[in-house]
């Protein structure tokens, strides 16, 4: 089975940047479209953004569209997450795991790992 490492998260002030980064081990990285979920102290787990297989396409929830972008390198089996003009709500754990196509549904398929800590203060 493929497992997924999340890492790139930490504390940032309103307004700035951080690139979380998503590893996967195994061959076949490639085969699946991807995914990017949060949640945030007492509510529960959202969507955030999804890429297909090929990077050719993207989804983004509308709280995140133009400000975060999601990416992939299946050479090196890593899916990216830019985030730029951080705000307080965007603090949250962040996830990474392989979503079912068509991407537009928006449904994780994959098993949920640690996640990665993301702090925005104000």
């Known amino acids: 089975q493929v497992q997924l490492v999340e890492s790139g998260g930490g504390l940032v002030q309103a307004g700035g940047s951080l690139r979380l980064s998503c590893a996967a081990s195994?061959?076949?990285?490639?085969?699946?479209?991807m995914g990017w979920f949060r949640q945030a102290p007492g509510k529960e787990r959202e969507f955030v953004a999804a890429i297909s297989w090929s990077g050719q396409s993207t989804r983004y929830d509308d709280s995140v569209k133009g400000r975060f972008t999601i990416s992939r390198d299946n050479a090196k089996n890593t899916v990216y997450l830019q985030m730029n003009s951080l705000k307080p709500e965007d603090t949250a754990v962040y996830y990474c795991t392989a979503m079912a196509n068509p991407i537009a549904t928006e449904r994780a398929v994959g098993s949920w790992g640690q996640g990665t800590q993301v702090t925005v203060s104000s």
């Open positions: 195994g061959r076949t990285f490639s085969s699946y479209a």
